[in-house]
C-alpha cells in the first residue's frame, strides 16, 4: 500500500469487539443447528415486552416520527430517564442532563470524548469490559488498568487506585456490578472510592448498564446516591439493552452535568444526528 492510501493509525490501532466476534461465532453456528450456549454478549435470552414493542408499532403510524428529531432525545424519552434515574440511582436530574445514543456503547465512546484531553489517564479496573479501553485511546487517552483478583472478590481499594493516580488522571471507569465478573461494591467501597475520587477531583464514569440485573436480594447502590456530592464530576450510562430485553433496539443514554452533556449533544449532532424515534419511544414504553 501507499503511502498517500494508508488507513489512520488511530483506527487501525483499534481491535475488533472480541464480545461481538465471539457472539456472530456463536450465532453463525447456532443457525447451522449447532446446540451451541453463548457465555459472549450480555443478552437476556427472553424477547422485549410486548407493551414495548407495541409502543414501537403505534409509533409507526405516526409520520412525525419519519423525520428527524432533536439529537440530545426525544423530550419525553429524556424526562423517563431522568425519572428511572432518580429511582434507580437516586439523584435527581433534569432532562436537560440527560442524552439519549444509540446505544450504551455510545454514550462510553461520547463520555470519553466529552472528558479527555490527548495524554490523560483513566484508571480502568480489571478485568474489564473491551470496548472500555478502546472508547478511551479512541480520545486520545491512556488507559491504566487496576488490577483485582478473585481473592479480592475482583473489586479494587482505594489504596490501589491511590498507588495508580498520577498528575495526569483524569477520570475512574467504576462498573457495578461488573462486566465481566458480575461483582457489586458494597455501599460502604462505592463511598470510599467517591471520596477519594472527589478529594483529588477525578471525573467518574459509572456504567450502570446491569444495575438491575442483580441476585439475592442485592441492590447495585449508584455512585451517585452514595455521595451525592460527585454528581458534578460524575457522568452515568445506561440504556434498555439488558433490563428490558432491548439489545437490538440500540437505545442508550448518559447523564451528567449541564456543561458535559451538552457538549455531548453537540458531538452526537455531527456524529449520528438522533437515535431512531420508533425505538426511542419502544424505549419509552420500557
Ligand atoms: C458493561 C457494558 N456497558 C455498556 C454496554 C453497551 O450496551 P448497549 O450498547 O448494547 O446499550 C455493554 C454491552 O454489552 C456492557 O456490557
Not at 92 to 108: D, L, R, S
Not at 112 to 135: H, K, M, R
Not at 210 to 233: F, K, M, W
Request: hydrophobic share 45%.
Amino acid at each position: 500500500m501507499t503511502e498517500r492510501a494508508s488507513l489512520s493509525q488511530k483506527i487501525s490501532a483499534i481491535a475488533e469487539s472480541a464480545t461481538l466476534k465471539v457472539d456472530a461465532k456463536a450465532k453463525a453456528l447456532k443457525a447451522e443447528g449447532r446446540p451451541v450456549i453463548s457465555y459472549a454478549a450480555g443478552e437476556p435470552d427472553f424477547a422485549t415486552p410486548a407493551h414495548v414493542v407495541d409502543a414501537a408499532r403505534e409509533a409507526l403510524e405516526d409520520p412525525a416520527n419519519f423525520r428527524y428529531s432533536p439529537a440530545a432525545g426525544l423530550p419525553a424519552l429524556r424526562k423517563a430517564v431522568a425519572e428511572k434515574t432518580l429511582r434507580d440511582s437516586g439523584l435527581a436530574v433534569e432532562p436537560n442532563q440527560v442524552v439519549v445514543t444509540n446505544g450504551g456503547k455510545q454514550a462510553v465512546y461520547q463520555a470519553f470524548q466529552v472528558i479527555l484531553n490527548p495524554g490523560d489517564e483513566v484508571l480502568l479496573p480489571s478485568p474489564y469490559w473491551t470496548t472500555y479501553p478502546e472508547a478511551i485511546q479512541l480520545a486520545d487517552g491512556t488507559p491504566v488498568a487496576v488490577f483485582a483478583d478473585a481473592d479480592a472478590d475482583y473489586k479494587v481499594t482505594v489504596a490501589q487506585l491511590e498507588a495508580a493516580r498520577t498528575d495526569k488522571t483524569k477520570a475512574i471507569v467504576f462498573v457495578s456490578p461488573s462486566n465481566p465478573t458480575g461483582s457489586v461494591y458494597t455501599p460502604e467501597e462505592t463511598e470510599e472510592i467517591a471520596h477519594w475520587a472527589l478529594e483529588h477531583g477525578v471525573w467518574i464514569l459509572t456504567d450502570e448498564i446491569y444495575q438491575n440485573l442483580t441476585y439475592d436480594g442485592v441492590r447495585a447502590v449508584s455512585i451517585v446516591e452514595a455521595v451525592p456530592e460527585v454528581a458534578d464530576q460524575t457522568i452515568l450510562l445506561n440504556g434498555v439493552a439488558k433490563t428490558y430485553a432491548m439489545t437490538g433496539w440500540r437505545v442508550g443514554w448518559m447523564v451528567g452535568p449541564v456543561a458535559a452533556m451538552k457538549a455531548a449533544a453537540n458531538l452526537q449532532s455531527h456524529l449520528t444526528s438522533n437515535v431512531n424515534n420508533i425505538a426511542q419511544y419502544a424505549a419509552i414504553a420500557a
